[in-house]
């Protein structure tokens, strides 16, 4: 078979829906549905719309003692107040497939427990919003009240997840070099620029919501379990996304409230969290306390490492992450071993935030290897270059492509590394003290089966279908860019859609999966509909491709010919209208990755950054950052650039601005709004450049990307506190770093 051409692939092209989103056009889980048709029917404007508000526990734990509606119920507009003690009973059947951690999940207005603080207790629907928010404030709920257990440091841990090879204790003990290391890591709120909302409609036994979510199908089957419906009586609809960055990974609590609420009113009902009930309503980043022994000979070379990890998790559900997975494999070391303990507490369930796991351990194991480089008298980079691993020690495995080598060379290079001096407080401009940092970042990025359809009409335009989400990354184009290389098609003339749980399904919109999994059905779709058509063409006498070898002829612009000979050939369009064809269609899939695995399979970057920490008053600020990325092929130069932006500016948060506070004698969250939770803006992002290392990763996957929305994060942290260092010749094992721990 002939290469396709390849021309949208690789352009730094603009977002086919940047226009929708910059004129108001683009529709939100919180914004009333449109009249449309699709390829699968109209969706009708909505008649009747009321609003929900969710009334929220006051105490931390304990038990509802009783409900007092009466005023709220009496206040013009308020149609229902919905709570434990009148609420209709929910199945709640297992949903294995779910996202939901391990545990039993909150299960709304079924039973009197509070189980942490904000948990809902009620929801008033009322025909305004302005009701139905005064309403929520005259419901009265009385508490039998407990001592709730919120911090981290005074809770009993659960059983560890461990991990061991070699013997840590003997390699530590034979260690030449020794370190002992305790880091804290603040609880983080993903914060996206829109809220989480819902409208929820029924149609006697149907149910259609509007959700704000990163799995269409996640949310789709959830909510099939929780009221025990058959699958093809829910459908799920989610064309835009606001920001995510894993806060939607799941089927929230409110989302289940706005359908009952529905079902209850007989209407059609809109909820919408506010931003402090975000800190609640949704999960975070959890904190985490990280001990670290680290041994080296005295040349740096590394020997063992025992790591013992408590994060926290809630009291019902037991969540897990993957912060194990750098220690085992990101460096060459014959002792290991890991224990990894979930601390349950009183408060909501964490969920995955960018880079999960594996940025709050690069915050760790780099600043780790920061002070060990010091401490031998090393270069930091030469450090890491001594520890290389030749393959995958956690597994043996082969790795499919590590470039970790070439991100150092070229980020020390485009950085001026060489600038660096070894020596903290050597640089100074004023009161100013300036350092330079780096780390390494790695992340296994995500391969989950997927399915995509792809339809060539015969006016030569084609549609391409899959449940999957955009959360910002430009799903809408990088899909549509792979749809049209592989159909020889201009992006013009190709339409992806995606956001309803009646496409062919998808994994979640996380993990940087997105593109390597439904990257790879859309191809195999689109491939099988250009191969139909060739076939076609081929195969018809009255074509000029009449004879030709299959695997001769290309498609560009909408035309197949003779690779080579351009003359000879026909426009899709003809080809179908001479057939009598008023399309073709296939339907693409990718099963995942083999198992078992036959490589290691990584992103990986090196982050580099400058600071200036004021000499007199400990404040920080990020002068410049730079991160260099082995990611596999690049689809969309533009939107790569981009995903490196955000995931610098939110490693700049993680680092010196975001904490959320907990008063642990009620459980309240204390900084619950962005007035209070401080996140980066303009004045505090510098210079960003982002580098992307020419190639492909084709073990992975048939279109040689690994991913790139999560690893942009990992290591921007740890660079950071290196660079404090440098700068300033204080260590700060803590996150965020404060002035306070400056002075």
Known sequence: MSPQPQAAVGAPLSRVDGRLKVTGKAEYAAELPHARTTSRGTTPIMDGVVHAVIVDASIGRGRINSVDTGDAEKHPGVLRVIHHGNAPALPYRDNPGSNNPPGRRLRVFQDDRVLFHG?????????????????????????????????????????????????????????????????????????????????????????????????????????????????????????????????????????????????????????????????????????????????????????????????????????????????????????????????????????????PGFASASFVIESAMDELANELGVDPIELRLRNEPSEDESNNLPFSTRRLRECYAVGAREFGWHRRSSRPRARREGDWLI??????????????????????????????????????????????????????????????????????????????????????????????????????????????????????????????HVQGDPARGETYRSLLARNDRPYLEALGSYTGPSRPERRSYFAYNATFAEVAVDANLGLVRVRRMLGVYDAGRIISPKLAESQAFGGIVGGIGTALLEHTVTDHRDGRIVNASLADYLVPVNADVPEVRAIYLDGEDNDGNAIGVKGLGEVVQVGVAPAIANAVFNATGRRVRQLPITAEALL
């Open 119 to 355: 948990q809902p207790v009620a929801v008033v629907v009322a025909t305004t919003l302005e009701a139905a928010q005064h309403g929520a404030s005259l419901v009265k709920v009385r508490y039998d009240a407990e001592q709730p257990s919120t911090d981290l440091d005074e809770a009993e841990p659960g059983e560890p997840t461990t991990y061991a090879r070699g013997d840590a204790e003997a390699g530590l003990r034979s260690s030449a070099v020794r370190l002992d290391l305790t880091y804290r890591l603040a609880r983080n709120h993903h914060n996206p620029m829109e809220p989480h909302a819902t409208i929820a409609r029924w149609d006697g036994d149907e149910l259609t919501v509007w959700d704000k979510t990163q799995w269409v199908m996640g949310t789709h089957d959830e909510i099939a379990a929780v009221f025990d419906l058959p699958a093809d009586a829910v459908r799920v609809i989610n064309p835009f996304v606001g920001g995510g960055f894993g806060s939607g990974l799941r089927c929230w609590p409110h989302t289940i409230v706005a359908a009952l609420a529905a079902r209850v009113t007989r209407r059609p009902v809109k909820l919408v969290l506010t931003r402090k009930q975000m800190y609640f309503g949704t999960g975070f980043r959890p904190s985490y306390r990280y001990r670290l022994r680290l041994g080296s000979d005295r040349r740096g070379r590394l020997t063992a490492a025992a790591h013992e990890i408590d994060a926290e998790t809630s009291s019902y559900e037991t969540f897990f992450e993957a912060v194990m997975g750098a220690g085992q494999m990101l460096y060459s070391m014959p002792h290991v071993s890991q224990a990894y303990r979930r601390v349950p507490l009183d408060v909501n369930t964490p969920i995955w935030m960018r880079g």
């Open 435 to 560: 350092g330079l940092g780096m780390a390494a970042g790695v992340y296994d990025s995500g391969r989950f089966p997927a399915q995509a359809r792809a339809r060539l009409d015969a006016d030569g335009t084609a549609v391409v279908e899959a449940a999957t989400s955009d959360m910002g990354p430009g799903t809408y184009t990088s899909q549509t860019q792979v749809a049209a290389d592989a159909l020889g098609l201009t992006m013009s003339t190709v339409t992806f859609r995606l956001g309803d749980s009646r496409y062919p399904q998808t994994s979640p919109h996380g993990g940087s999966a997105t593109m390597a999994s439904v990257g790879s059905a859309v191809v195999d779709a689109c491939d099988q509909v250009r191969q139909e058509a060739i076939r076609l063409a081929v195969g018809d006498r009255r074509s000029p491709l009449y004879g030709v070898a299959a695997s001769d002829v290309v498609v560009r612009s909408g035309r197949l």
